[in-house]
């Protein structure tokens, strides 16, 4: 396991939450499964928690109750090198979710993602002020991105 890994707080849905999102990346799998015992507060031998893998990255999911809840203000930021991938996770997590801005939705379980081509960054940081205000406002203006739009306006056609 890597040194620091998030750690994702569920209302009882972790399981549910774990393989769906397993479900979703083609490179993933649960690596742990933890249950609860004779002294912790669920039902013995109930999923307490999870590590699973996404893509290289460890994740953590507990079922923690309804004391926290999940807010935009922490996002799992996914780098697409294609449409064709921005479309797959898109459809996928907007699955019983809600579309936000900019790239960004909330899934059904209330985690929040963003969902942009690789470039993104680097189109946005363009040392030529034009071209990177032009791909701000492109990309301001759209809910899920389109990547091939982004690049037509960052290429100024």
Known sequence: MQKISPCLWFEGSAEEAVNYYVATFKSARIKET????KSSPGAEGTPLAFLFELEGQ???AINGGSEFKFTPALSMFIRCDSQEEIDHYWDRLMDGG???ACG???DRFGVTWQIAPRELTSMLQDPDPVKADRTMKSMMGMIKLDM???ERVYNGE
């Open 148 to 150: 091939r739009e982004l």
């Open 104 to 106: 960004w939705l909330t």
């Open 98 to 100: 809600a579309s936000m």
């Open 34 to 37: 933890m249950r609860h015992t």
């Open 58 to 60: 460890d994740f953590m």
